[in-house]
């Protein structure tokens, strides 16, 4: 029996959205084995329930994708793939304001953030990878009597697991990659946030995408994600996610059938200001590096150093700028900061507020709810902190960033560098040798120089140390989805 998980919603703005519930699998929505509700950041209340998949589910994906990567995808010619591409950009394009809509229902993000910028970054990286899909070639290699050459080779079936935070763009950053190289893709989204990847399954199919080329399915980590992570007929799993659930992937894929395995995880990132910086424009970018996306982002400036010499005329303007953010419902057009994911979000932020108190730091501002509905968070600002105290070292996920002082160059590299971390970081100073110096010395798979969260679809995004392996976005990404084979011809018989 056919099961209709078509849902209709209206926003408080009365614009209606449509989009599905069910398990995008073989280019059909199906049940799952249960449900999961899905919640209005907002104000905290139901806006529908979606199919869940665990381990039977992840399994009927996975089967359908191995399909269709044997039988029609692995014959697909390269500029198949890349007219296919392009048309779900076409699609995700015409599309771009209910996109958008769900979107920012969903997560809580900013309608202005929403509409003009992560879904037409999705958009963009379908076609910047489309461009490379008939661009991907061996080399001839001169051997001793051998015709020697290699092949780059599709995987086969990559899971992606994506987070919350960001959740069509994540899906962008997975599928464009995985599919330009040859690759089928199950994606498991957040399940706090599956509505927009779901209303993305549609126009997979609208596009004309082979069942089982791409299949989208919402579930637990623990359940859905540690299965797909598990598979054995799951060549490559790409995560975006915390550190702590990454080394979980990556144990599941050492454990099962050694997958490849790419992961973009947490950060601390720092962010310095040298004496001779512009004030006005290190405070408006210091702003966005931290409070963009409601301070959900993981390459998060949530550590100013500023020098000694500025400091106080720095905090004096960052302030009054600060306190100028304007937070509120994510509908309107120019709110800046909606609300946090979550009630548990919210209580792990204000838990990381309250033990930043504890331990000894000034609350310079900020600190507490706003209002009595959703999960709304001051911008909040902490001053005379230590580099040991919790809010200095472990990544908060929220509206929280952490001012402290330095003297010089040396004293500023040692403290940018204390943490387990290293994701990004950013340097603002006029003195161009300063700024190349100091950017080749941190430890981070991202340096900003006189800007902040400044993110490219044609540029590699990645960490260092426990941020991550692998890289996001850019050429670089490629190399994650295809094996290499060497293939020697005796040509001498």
């Known amino acids: 029996m056919t099961v209709n998980f078509a849902t209709e919603f209206t926003t408080s703005k009365g614009d209606k959205l449509s989009f599905n519930t069910g398990l995008f699998i073989n280019n059909e929505f199906v049940e799952g084995a249960g449900t999961i509700d899905v919640i209005n950041p907002t104000n905290g209340e139901k806006i529908c329930a979606v199919q869940a998949a665990e381990e039977a589910q992840v399994n009927a994906a996975v089967d359908a994708a191995d399909k269709a990567y044997r039988e029609v995808w692995s014959k697909t010619s390269a500029r198949e793939r890349a007219r296919l591409m392009h048309k779900l950009a076409d699609l995700v394009d015409a599309n771009v304001d209910e996109i958008a809509r769900i979107e920012t229902l969903d997560n809580g993000k900013g309608i202005a953030f929403s509409k003009g910028y992560d879904i037409p970054e999705v958009s963009k990286t379908l076609r910047y990878f489309a461009g490379f899909a008939d661009k991907l070639h061996g080399k001839v290699i001169e051997t001793e009597g051998k015709l020697s050459y290699t092949r780059h080779e599709p995987i086969g079936v990559c899971g992606a697991i994506i987070p ?13 990659p995985a599919l330009c190289t040859g690759n089928v893709v199950v994606l498991k989204t957040s399940e706090l946030t599956p509505l927009s990847a779901l209303k993305l399954a549609e126009l997979v199919k609208e596009a004309g995408f ?28 790409a995560f ?13 894929a050492a454990e099962s059938n050694l997958k490849k395995v790419t992961l973009e995880l947490g950060g601390k990132s720092p962010n310095i200001i040298f004496d001779d910086a512009d004030i006005d424009q290190a405070v ?6 931290v409070f963009f996306n409601h301070g959900q982002c993981c390459c998060a400036g949530t550590r100013i150093f500023v020098q ?10 960052f302030k009054e700028y600060t306190s100028k953010t304007k937070v509120g419902d994510p ?10 994911i979550s009630q548990v979000q919210f209580d792990r932020i204000m838990g990381y507020i309250q033990a930043g108190k504890d331990e000894g730091a000034t609350c310079f501002m900020g600190g507490n709810r706003l209002g009595n509905s959703g999960y709304f968070i001051e911008p909040t600002v902490f001053t005379d902190v230590k580099g040991s105290m919790k809010i200095m070292q472990e990544e908060i996920f929220g509206p929280v960033v952490a001012v402290s002082k ?5 004293d500023v590299i040692d403290k940018a560098h204390d943490t387990t971390y290293g994701l990004a970081a950013a340097v603002f100073t006029q003195n161009i040798t300063r700024a190349v110096t100091v950017a080749n010395k941190l430890e981070a798979g991202t340096v900003w120089v006189n800007c902040y969260n400044e993110l490219d679809y044609n540029t590699p995004f990645g960490g260092f140390k426990q941020s991550g392996i692998g890289r996001e976005n850019g050429e670089y990404a490629l190399e994650n989805y295809l094996q290499i084979k060497a293939v020697k011809i005796n040509v001498e018989l």
């Open 164 to 176: 919350w935070n960001f959740p069509l763009m994540m899906a962008g950053w997975k599928l464009g």
């Open 210 to 237: 082979p069942p089982g080329v791409v299949n989208i399915i919402t579930g637990y980590g623990h359940i859905a994600g540690e299965r797909l992570a598990r598979h054995p007929k799951v060549g490559k799993v």
């Open 240 to 252: 975006t996610g915390s550190t702590a659930v990454g080394r979980l992937v990556m144990k599941a």
């Open 284 to 289: 408006s970018w210091a702003h966005k590096g």
């Open 308 to 317: 000694e010499g500025i400091y106080d005329k720095f905090m004096e303007r």
């Open 331 to 340: 509908f309107e057009q120019e709110t800046f900061q909606g609300p946090q």
């Open 406 to 410: 330095f003297k010089d160059e040396a």
